[in-house]
């Protein structure tokens, strides 16, 4: 048996798991032929799943991505200010782009849905929690295998990011945007983080830490925009783009 192209050490000592088995494969050499067959190929997996993302993706127009945890159910209150969030933004002439499983991202596919615009979800394969969501245009349904893919059609279709209560993922997510805008890699792009009581902890961080230890600068505190409520998200998005008069209907 194979994990990810190398062979499954757990075959010779059944006592370990999964994990184990993994770091077990990442310090055992590697033969030619693995690295041929492994690693090179990886390199056409990676290619055919950019070149899938930008041939179904380059025309869907302006769009704002919706992150947040897969784990919020339709109960929460963060699931249904998403759902309004996502319908009074598609209003106003945006597709909305999430990861395209449950939670946060079912509820910004649903808004989108409910409202008759774009509904587009960039899935990708977890052993765990991750499953498309019902709400997704057919056309726009895409399914990764590697983060990083996938992160980059995020960013490279999105002309801003409402960003909701959640967990590691929806950090990467939060974190790759803001980078890319700090070093001038995409256009300064509105961020609006949901949740001024969820969000308080790592904010006081960025001021307290990283601002005090010079590790970022006190304009980067500027790059995002934290509220409370689904209009004032979608208020945000709105004037950001009156203000450079940007028609941004499809």
């Given at each position: 048996?194979?994990i990810?192209?190398t062979r499954?050490?757990?075959l010779v000592?059944?006592?370990?798991d999964?994990n184990?088995t993994k770091?077990?494969?990442?310090?055992?050499?590697?033969?030619w032929?693995e690295?041929?067959t492994?690693?090179s190929?990886m390199?056409?997996?990676?290619?055919?799943?950019?070149?899938?993302?930008y041939?179904k993706?380059a025309?869907?127009?302006?769009c704002?991505?919706?992150?947040?945890?897969?784990?919020?159910t339709?109960?929460?209150p963060?699931y249904?200010?998403?759902?309004?969030?996502?319908e009074?933004?598609?209003k106003?002439?945006?597709?909305i782009i999430?990861?395209?499983?449950p939670?946060i991202?079912?509820?910004?596919?649903?808004?989108?849905?409910n409202?008759?615009?774009q509904s587009?979800g960039l899935?990708?394969?977890?052993?765990?929690?991750q499953?498309?969501?019902?709400y997704?245009n057919?056309s726009?349904?895409m399914?990764?295998?590697?983060?990083?893919?996938?992160?980059v059609?995020f960013?490279k279709?999105?002309?801003?990011f409402?960003?909701?209560?959640g967990g590691?993922?929806?950090l990467d997510?939060?974190?790759?945007?803001?980078?890319?805008?700090q070093?001038?890699?995409?256009g300064?792009?509105?961020?609006?983080?949901v949740?001024?009581?969820f969000?308080?902890?790592?904010l006081?961080w960025?001021?307290?830490?990283?601002l005090?230890?010079?590790?970022?600068?006190e304009k980067?505190?500027?790059?995002y925009r934290?509220v409370?409520?689904a209009?004032e998200?979608?208020?945000?998005?709105?004037?950001f783009?009156?203000k450079?008069?940007?028609?941004v209907?499809?």
């Amino acid at each position: 048996m194979e994990i990810d192209g190398t062979r499954d050490e757990s075959l010779v000592n059944p006592k370990l798991d999964i994990n184990e088995t993994k770091l077990h494969n990442s310090f055992r050499q590697k033969t030619w032929d693995e690295t041929i067959t492994k690693d090179s190929w990886m390199v056409f997996k990676v290619m055919a799943e950019f070149v899938d993302g930008y041939e179904k993706l380059a025309k869907i127009g302006p769009c704002v991505s919706i992150f947040g945890s897969a784990r919020l159910t339709p109960q929460s209150p963060y699931y249904e200010m998403a759902v309004e969030i996502a319908e009074k933004i598609t209003k106003i002439g945006f597709g909305i782009i999430t990861g395209g499983g449950p939670g946060i991202m079912e509820a910004g596919n649903k808004g989108a849905h409910n409202a008759q615009g774009q509904s587009i979800g960039l899935n990708i394969d977890l052993p765990f929690e991750q499953h498309f969501n019902p709400y997704i245009n057919k056309s726009y349904s895409m399914n990764f295998d590697y983060f990083f893919v996938r992160k980059v059609m995020f960013v490279k279709y999105s002309q801003g990011f409402i960003v909701m209560p959640g967990g590691f993922g929806t950090l990467d997510e939060l974190t790759e945007a803001m980078t890319l805008i700090q070093t001038n890699k995409i256009g300064k792009f509105p961020i609006v983080l949901v949740g001024s009581e969820f969000w308080g902890g790592l904010l006081n961080w960025f001021k307290e830490t990283l601002l005090k230890e010079k590790m970022i600068a006190e304009k980067d505190l500027a790059l995002y925009r934290v509220v409370d409520t689904a209009d004032e998200a979608v208020e945000h998005i709105k004037a950001f783009y009156d203000k450079y008069s940007v028609n941004v209907n499809f």
